[in-house]
């Protein structure tokens, strides 16, 4: 009962302030004049980031940050997440596959988890990219994320066409 009175005198308190919209301004797009109801930002980890936020934009003044933390991506994210995943794969399969015709793996780490066997190295190499991933993408408004994105799906897209040069050259 005790917040209903308090939210009536809020109202009240609200409806008082009369609100001057010019005449050219659709009043939807006016400035909202009410108490910030946002006492911090939106934090990196929440339990919005996995389970039914709302927030997929920086805000709506022009004055808000646009590096902040959001609770929905968008379906361009997706794509970009999705290709980098699968060109992780085929990366893992090209891998595999050089190897098993007498190729060498150049790398000392990769060569020392290939050499416990080839399901530890698919894997390794699947949470790796998996966690790079997930933290670029809840960052994804950040431009080293977005950077860090971009690198990401470039470098194996130029590394899938060596794949492709190597197999057409193998086969």
């Known amino acids: 009962m005790r917040l209903s009175v308090s939210y009536s005198l809020h109202v009240t ?8 919209v010019p005449q050219d301004q659709d009043p939807a797009s006016a400035p909202y ?4 109801r946002r006492r911090r930002p939106t934090p990196f980890l929440s339990r919005y980031t996995f389970f039914g936020g709302r927030r997929s934009q920086a ?3 022009s004055e808000d940050e646009r ?11 997706f794509l970009v997440v999705v290709a980098i995943v699968a060109l992780n794969f ?16 150049l790398n000392p780490l990769v060569d ?15 949470v790796g990219i998996g966690i790079c991933v997930a933290v670029l993408t809840v ?7 977005k950077f860090g994105l971009g690198v990401v799906l470039g470098g194996y897209t130029v590394l899938l066409g060596w794949h492709l040069w190597l197999f057409a050259h193998v086969a």
Do not use: C, M
Not at 13 to 20: H, T
Not at 97 to 105: C, K, R, V
Not at 116 to 123: C, L
């Open 90 to 105: 085929l990366d893992a399969f090209f891998t595999i596959y050089f190897l098993s015709h007498g190729g060498q793996e």
């Open 112 to 126: 020392a988890v290939l050499r416990v066997g080839i399901w530890p190295f698919v894997a390794l190499k699947s």
């Open 59 to 61: 805000g709506r003044r």
């Open 139 to 145: 960052a994804k408004n950040f431009k080293t994320a």
């Open 67 to 77: 590096e902040v933390f959001v609770d929905v991506h968008g379906s361009w994210l």
């Open 33 to 36: 004049r009410g108490p910030d």
């Open 13 to 20: 308190a609200l409806a008082s302030q009369p609100l001057v």
